[in-house]
Each structure stands twice: as C-alpha cells, then as structure tokens.
C-alpha cells in the first residue's frame, strides 16, 4: 500500500499493528470471496466469527465490556482496511459497532451494556439499527414508528423501518420510535427489540445493484411486544439516534478512503503491466494525470481522517467536523473508484477486479449516514448560522 | 488429559519484507534499510506459531521470546506477545553481527539458565539464510538439534518432529530439552487480534545487554544481482516454432 506522504509516521507501533492484523486479515479472507459474493448477492457470513476474534466490532468501546478498547484512530484505521475489501463488510462492521453496540453502551443500563456488549463484540449476537423509515429518510424527525407504554410497564412497537444494514441478519434492533403517542422528535426513545419477537418482521430488499454483498432489510413491527427493560434509559430525543450516526460516519470517512486506497492500487498496477501501443498504458499523460489526482485527493482525505481521529481522541470533535470528513472522503472515493474503473478499460466493468464494485457500493455510501447534499447543508449552517433545511 | 506445561523460548529476527525493492547502503556492505517494512522473520514467525499452539494444546505452560537487536527489534517482540507470547526478552546489540556464532553465545549465555524444556527458531532468516545460529545455539547449551521441522509435538518430556526431504519425509524423536529449528510446514502464524496487540503493551519485555561473543566473520561487500537481461520476442504464431528450439538449443542450452 502506497505511502505516498508518509502517514505511518505520525501513526503510533499500536496503531500500525492494528492496520496491518485487520490488512492481512482482509487480504487473506476477503479478496479471496468478496468477487463472488457480491455477484450472488450475499453477505459473507463465514466472516463473521473471524472478524468477532480478531476485535473489529466495538473496537473502539472498553475492555470491560468485552471489547478491544481502542483509540479513535485504530478504530479509523480498522474501518478503511475493511472497505478496502467491501463497502458492504465495512458497512456490517460499522452498524454492528458504532449502531447497535455503541447505543448500548452509551444509553443503556449497566445490566444491558453486560448482557449484550461480550457477545456483540464476538460476533455471537448481531444487531442492526432502526431508524429511517420509508418516508423518512433524510429527515428522521418526522418518523411515524410509536412505542406505547402498558400499565405493567411493558411496550408495545408498531411501525416500519428501511434501509436496515443487518437487518435480515440480526438477533436485535435497536429501534428508535416516538413515545406514548407524542409526535414530536423530543419523545424518540430507543429500544433493544430481539428480532424473534412476535410481530416482527424482516424482509430483504431486492434488486440492489450496490452493495450486493451486504443484508439490507425492511423491517414491520406489529403489536411487538417489549419488556420493560428493553428501552434503552439513558436515551431521549432524536439527539441520541444522531450521536450514533455521528460515530457511524467517523468510521465512513476513514472507510471510503479504504475503497479508494484499492482502486487507486488496482488502476497504478494495471496502467504499469498493460500494454497498448508497444508500452504500460501508465506511461501515457492522461493516464498519469488521473492517478496523480487519485493520489492527491487520497492524501488529503487521510490527513483529513487521521486528524479528525486525534480530535475525536482529545474529546474536541463537533458533528460538523464528520460532516466535513464524510462529505469530502466519500466523495473523493465514489470519483476515484470511477476514474480506476475508467483506467482498466473492457476489464474495469469485470468482478475479477474491484473498481466497479466499489464505484457501485460507493453509490449507497454517498447516499446513507447523511446523503453529500444533506452534510453540504449541515456545513453551510455551520458557517453562515443560517438552517437550510427549514 | 493434555500435556505438560511446557516452558519455551523462541528465539526470532527482525528482517525487512522479502518483497521490497533493496537498495545497497552508501557503507557498501549492506542494504539500506530507509523505507523497508520490517517484522518478525517468516521462519521465525512459524516458530512463535509452533510454540503457542504447543503451549494451548498442553494448557499451560510458558512462551517466551528473545530476539538479539537494536531497539527496533522490541516492535517484533511485542509482535509476538501480541499474537500470544507470555514475555519477552531483548539482547541489546547496536546492530546484528554477521558472525553467527557470535549471536548464538549471546543467546545461550541468556537461555542456559532459564530452565526451558525446547527452544526454538525460524530454520534461517531470510536476511542472510545462513542458518547457522539455531544449529550452533544448541551446541553451545550441549542441547539435542532437530533443524527444518515442518511438524512439532511434545509429550512426557519427549520431543517429535517431522522433517520434509526431497520425496520422502522422516520422523524423528528426542528428548527433551533441545533445540528445533522450524520450516513453514506449521501452521500459519496468526493475527494478532486487537485484543492481543493492546495486552502487548502490558506484558513484560526486559531489555539488557547481549553478550556477543567474538565477531570474526565480517560482510566485505554486498550487492545486488544482475539485472535480468531483457526478453526477446523470435516471432509469433507457429512459424516461430523451429528458430525457438534452435535458439533454446543453441544459445540458452536448455533443450
């Protein structure tokens, strides 16, 4: 992997050792399958136990919950490996940690953060997250779902979810929903919802022609019934849904530059060994120009992320900062991916190689966790204190 | 049931990627190490490998690495504590002598009183493929030797080991305590997990100085192999044929 501006020296041993076991771990068990699997439209479960062992879901989150107690970088470092295998393995891993096991952690009992958190963060229990709804997508506010508390304390869920990343896959959803028939987002409340409750359904969506290699579910609630300990007590208000989607898109940054990372490695090895017109394609000009681009908006993209860490780390980082990170990285990566597969001629539209099934999974990642036009308008309030959305 | 504890010392090297591009250092006799990754030499990687499984499988027991070098050479042993390696010891040299002998009594002035039932290397280190410090480390310590072990149990204070030749294959046994040198044939060294690479930190790795012994074989000269000539191409399709076979006949003398 090209080290253009030599990044690993501003990288701790620990850091660096984290990048190269999740590195060899997706050379060795990902690139092997991952052509297939997006072909046959299936996620790689055999992967999971593995990735469970090696520590990628949670990383970020303590020891004593079972977790591999990370800092904010190697988290980053972890997430870019693993979309430079697959968006789609990336996206598992993010909504495993930083959506299902991260709300447990941050809003949950001490009693739900031990029941769950050791298992998740083996992989022996999956979970995904519930909140965009058919209708309410990029503006979650106006989610329909309602819980309704019971006399003996217990809930009971009706509603439905989509996009949900895990979602057909999972053994609990954490599920935002309005309360007790308040429609204001202030009322949102989440909940631990074991996927084999009575009344809950997952459906697969079909004909997804990006991320093929990932689960992505609608989810039904009718009259599911919850026990009183499966709300999640330390949540209240739209605010905690979106402080996940916070930490889901730190991940994001550092995972689409992982997806750049193997188009641009794929497009300068390609443009050295092809040959047309008696010489490596990558002698030519217009080749050059392109991966002299690639590179250039890689580097950047990593300074962005590495830096964005280190904040994150001191505690300092704002939503808006991710934001920056998010839009620029993906954005980069989707164009990058384009021009790779652009470099590699007839052979870029093949699964054999990686570019066009990252260009396409790229699609999915400029749209999900804050579409690029929705984080444009998060950092135009920023800047100019006036709100676009309204 | 299960074996023995069993207390074991694995001696590794540190070595730069064997897929790097070397270039020869301004000193003339060695490669320049500015931009090579380095890590725990593939033989001896293996070995740590060989060593952990021996020790889960006997549910027990000790692993303990030691590795001669500058203070870099502390990245590769915290390699192997983060892959599963209970302790590790650093001989403190400025640089590894080419004198392999040399390196071996530094190893065996540290390993003679450690009460270790086996003790193991890679079979040779890619940086120099002498071999010659595992073979001359047991000798120092009057310890049995089993090189090139591509299979390693342990059982009742007794050592079996498999040894791939040229067609044929031999088992060996002895006792215990030796020395093996380790071939690729175990299993593959594993990742270490994130677990392992954070507890590493915590683990304890005791630098003091190497007892080098005398250093009498010296690196005059190193440099790189010819360049590859380029290829020729005689012609294409099947009226190449006939001057192709002329041509391995008479120039490269291979048919």
């Given at each position: 992997?090209?080290?253009?501006?030599?990044?690993?020296?501003?990288l701790s041993e620990e850091e660096r050792a984290v990048r190269d076991s999740v590195r060899r771990f997706v050379d060795e068990r990902v690139l092997p399958v991952i052509g297939d699997a997006y072909v046959q439209g299936r996620f790689p479960k055999e992967l999971i136990p593995e990735m469970g062992e090696l520590g990628v879901f949670g990383a970020n989150l303590p020891e004593e919950y079972g977790c591999a107690g990370l800092n904010n970088v190697q988290y980053g470092l972890i997430m870019q490996e693993l979309e430079r295998g697959d968006s789609g393995v990336r996206s598992f891993a993010s909504v495993q940690g930083a959506l299902a096991m991260y709300p447990i952690y941050a809003f949950g009992s001490e009693a739900q953060k031990r029941r769950w958190l050791p298992p998740m963060a083996k992989g022996e229990v999956i979970g995904c997250f519930g909140l965009t709804e058919p209708d309410y997508g990029s503006n979650p506010s106006g989610m329909i779902t309602m819980a309704r508390e019971q006399s003996d304390g217990s809930w009971v869920l009706n509603g439905s979810k989509m996009w949900i990343t895990n979602g057909s896959t999972a053994n609990i959803a954490i599920v935002w929903a309005k309360t007790n028939g308040d429609a204001s987002d202030r009322s949102i409340r989440g909940f631990i919802v074991p996927t084999d409750s009575a009344g809950f359904k997952a459906k697969d969506q079909k004909g997804k022609l990006s991320l093929r290699a990932s689960d992505t579910s609608e989810l039904s609630f009718q009259d599911v019934r919850l026990e009183a300990d499966a709300i999640l007590p330390g949540s209240g208000g739209l605010k905690s849904p979106l402080m996940c989607l916070t930490?889901?898109?730190?991940?994001?940054?550092?995972?689409?530059?992982?997806?750049?990372?193997?188009?641009?490695?794929?497009?300068?090895?390609?443009?050295?060994?092809?040959?047309?017109?008696?010489?490596?394609?990558?002698?030519?000009?217009?080749?050059?120009?392109?991966?002299?681009?690639?590179?250039?908006?890689?580097?950047?993209?990593?300074?962005?992320?590495?830096?964005?860490?280190?904040?994150?780390?001191?505690?300092?980082?704002?939503?808006?900062?991710?934001?920056?990170?998010?839009?620029?990285?993906?954005?980069?990566?989707?164009?990058?991916?384009?021009?790779?597969?652009?470099?590699?001629?007839?052979?870029?539209?093949?699964?054999?190689?990686?570019?066009?099934?990252?260009?396409?999974?790229?699609?999915?990642?400029?749209?999900?966790?804050?579409?690029?036009?929705?984080?444009?308008?998060?950092?135009?309030?920023?800047v100019t204190g006036l709100n676009a959305f309204k | 049931m299960g074996a023995p504890a069993v207390k074991i010392a694995v001696c590794i090297k540190r070595t730069p990627d064997s897929e790097s591009r070397f270039r020869i250092a301004s000193s003339g006799v060695a490669i320049d190490e500015a931009g090579l990754k380095f890590d725990i030499d593939d033989f001896a990687g293996y070995a740590v490998e060989a060593a952990l499984q021996i020790n889960e499988k006997g549910g027990g027991g000790e692993t303990v690495v030691v590795a001669v070098g500058p203070d870099s050479v502390q990245e590769s042993l915290r390699k192997a504590m983060s892959m599963g390696a209970d302790r590790a010891v650093q001989l403190k040299v400025d640089s590894v002598p080419a004198d392999g002998l040399a390196v071996a009594k530094a190893l065996a002035a540290e390993l003679k009183d450690g009460g270790y039932d086996l003790i193991l290397f890679g079979k040779h280190a890619f940086d120099t493929s002498a071999g010659v410090v595992g073979t001359a480390t047991a000798e120092l310590l009057g310890l049995p030797c089993v090189t090139a072990v591509s299979q390693l149990d342990v059982a009742s204070g007794r050592g079996s080991a498999r040894r791939e030749l040229e067609g044929a294959a031999e088992l060996v046994e002895f006792p215990l305590p030796a020395v093996v040198t380790i071939d690729e044939g175990v299993a593959r060294p594993r990742y270490p997990s994130l677990k392992g690479i954070m507890a590493a930190k915590k683990k304890p790795l005791e630098s003091k100085p190497a007892q080098l012994g005398a250093v009498r074989v010296s690196v005059q000269k190193a440099e790189l192999p010819p360049e590859r000539p380029a290829g020729r191409i005689i012609g294409e399709g099947a009226s190449a044929v006939p001057e192709l076979v002329r041509l391995l006949q008479s120039e490269a003398k291979v048919l």
């Open positions: 992997m090209l080290d253009f501006y030599d990044i690993d020296s501003a930490q889901a898109r730190y991940g994001i940054s550092w995972g689409a530059l992982g997806a750049a990372m193997a188009c641009f490695e794929e497009a300068l090895e390609y443009s050295k060994t092809r040959v047309m017109f008696d010489r490596p394609i990558g002698g030519y000009q217009i080749q050059q120009v392109r991966l002299a681009e690639m590179l250039t908006e890689i580097v950047k993209g990593q300074l962005v992320s590495l830096h964005l860490g280190r904040l994150k780390d001191a505690g300092t980082f704002t939503p808006q900062q991710v934001s920056l990170a998010k839009r620029n990285n993906v954005n980069i990566a989707t164009e990058i991916a384009r021009e790779a597969r652009r470099l590699l001629g007839a052979n870029g539209i093949l699964a054999e190689y990686g570019a066009m099934r990252h260009m396409a999974n790229l699609e999915s990642v400029y749209t999900y966790e804050g579409t690029h036009d929705v984080h444009s308008l998060i950092l135009g309030q920023a | -």
